[in-house]
């Protein structure tokens, strides 16, 4: 029972413009959010988090937005750059499971100069 | 700081054969996570550790999957006897102690298997 989802398989952005990702989950106890970057033949890599106590959080080019009553989440990259080519993994937790992630399939994007 | 290690990078076996991945988390994580991500899908939780005690193993399958973490630092996964469903990449995360404010996991670069 697949509880995280991303719709989008496959996205593609101009360089230079916004990207989105979305995410969503069934799940009203989860509580805690993350997006991770992974590259082929590597594991993924941590980008960003929110807490559900939060509808947003920003770390330099990227922000995360949290719809709790729509039990949606997403990824906007601003400005889009070719090396944030790569697979994004959305993934989210809650207390009682340990904080243990609950992934989605990922979205690959491709940043085309 | 070192991340997390683990070894083999690939793997290729027969079905029926066994098999067993290493983990090295990064020093001082007391929770380690071993997760399968079969080609296409997200990964899946197998097994959580906390120290050196099994927090989650409901997604194990015990019939031929095992796992332990001696003295709460390294893990070995073992797949005894390999079934060709169980191709996929190991991956191993770890994560700080509790108490903190962010949950994030650290992930190694993954073990591939591939079972012919």
């Known amino acids: 029972d697949q509880q995280v989802k991303q719709n989008s398989p496959s996205l593609s952005v101009q360089e230079g413009r916004i990207s989105i990702l979305n995410c969503d989950y069934t799940?009203?106890?989860?509580?805690?959010f993350l997006w991770y970057k992974k590259y082929p033949a590597e594991g993924p890599t941590f980008l960003i988090s929110?807490?559900?106590?939060?509808d947003k959080n920003e770390d330099g080019r990227f922000t995360v937005f949290l719809n709790k009553s729509a039990k949606h989440l997403s990824l906007h990259i601003v400005p889009s750059q070719p090396g944030d080519s790569a697979v994004y993994l959305c993934a989210a937790s809650d207390l009682d499971s340990g904080y243990a992630l609950n992934f989605g399939k990922g979205t690959s994007l491709l940043v085309t100069p | 700081e070192a991340g997390v290690a683990q070894s083999p990078r690939y793997k290729i076996i027969e079905k029926r054969q066994s098999v067993a991945f290493w983990c090295n988390p990064i020093?001082?994580?007391?929770?380690l996570y071993w997760y399968q991500q079969i080609l296409g899908q997200g990964p899946k939780l197998l097994i959580q550790?906390?120290?050196?005690?099994?927090?989650?193993d409901s997604q194990l399958p015990k019939d031929r999957f095992s796992a332990e973490r001696l003295k709460g630092v390294d893990s070995t996964l073992k797949i005894q006897p390999a079934k060709l469903e169980d191709s996929a990449v190991y991956l191993c995360?770890?994560?700080?102690?509790?108490?903190?404010?962010?949950?994030?996991?650290?992930f190694g670069p993954g073990t591939r298997l591939t079972v012919t």
């Open positions: 799940n009203s106890m989860f509580d805690y």
């Open positions: 550790f906390q120290n050196n005690g099994v927090v989650d």
């Open positions: 929110i807490s559900s106590i939060k």
């Open positions: 020093s001082g994580h007391a929770t």
């Open positions: 995360a770890s994560s700080p102690p509790r108490g903190r404010l962010t949950y994030e996991q650290y």
